[in-house]
């Protein structure tokens, strides 16, 4: 049973525009949650994260929002940019023994046309 | 400059051979991590390691195995069980003792069964 899913596998945007992706998660024991970055042949990179005890966390063009009562966060990109066009992972962590292991969705393509 | 690294880029292995890809970081990080990404799809965990000498089984272990023998050394055997290890492994690295840090990934080895 997959606990993290992107329901969308790929989003095409126009340049300028917002661009809204999404991740849903089962686990109530999750308590942290990131979003990364990921180029082709190359390795995700972090782009930002929220903690369960927030709703929003901000960070220049990316914010993202938690709703913890309907297992859902997404991350808007405003204004969308060419450079933004990559594969955005969503990935969930939870406290205990192993707090330190994630679980990622499947990702979602995001096209930014110009 | 502190990071984390894998080698080989590209790997080729014919059928029934063991093979080794190295995974090295100088960040000081407690864990270490194997993902394997295949075509559309998202990052399943193979193995992990929180402590050195220590190391537990992730969602897709049949066919690897690993090591810990360094704190900054993780690296990871694809025996020949494994039926089909034609695939992206991704290596990442990340502090332990709060919720929800985040992990930093080598650049990828793309290992392909000839």
């Known amino acids: 049973d997959q606990q993290v899913k992107q329901n969308s596998p790929s989003l095409s945007v126009q340049e300028g525009r917002i661009s809204i992706l999404n991740c849903d998660y089962t686990n109530s024991m999750f308590d942290y949650f990131l979003w990364y970055k990921k180029y082709p042949a190359e390795g995700p990179t972090f782009l930002i994260s929220?903690?369960?005890?927030?709703d929003k966390n901000e960070d220049g063009r990316f914010t993202v929002f938690l709703n913890k009562s309907a297992k859902h966060l997404s991350l808007h990109i405003v204004p969308s940019q060419p450079g933004d066009s990559a594969v955005y992972f969503c990935a969930a962590s939870g406290v205990g023994t192993n707090a330190g292991k994630s679980t990622f969705g499947d990702g979602t393509t995001l096209t930014v046309k110009p | 400059d502190g990071g984390i690294t894998q080698s080989p880029k590209y790997l080729f292995r014919k059928e029934g051979q063991n093979v080794t890809l190295s995974c090295e970081q100088n960040l000081n990080h407690d864990a270490m991590y194997w993902y394997r990404q295949d075509p559309g799809q998202g990052l399943r965990l193979i193995y992990y390691?929180?402590?050195?000498?220590?190391?537990q089984k992730g969602d897709i272990a049949e066919g690897y195995s690993v090591s810990r023998e360094k704190k900054e050394s993780f690296p990871l055997t694809v025996t020949s069980a494994q039926k089909n290890p034609t695939a992206f492994y991704l290596c990442?690295?990340?502090?332990?003792?709060?919720?929800?840090?985040?992990?930093?990934f080598g650049q990828g080895t793309r290992l392909t069964v000839v």
């Open positions: 929220i903690s369960s005890i927030k």
């Open positions: 390691s929180q402590i050195v000498n220590d190391f």
């Open positions: 990442a690295s990340k502090f332990l003792g709060r919720t929800g840090t985040e992990a930093f």
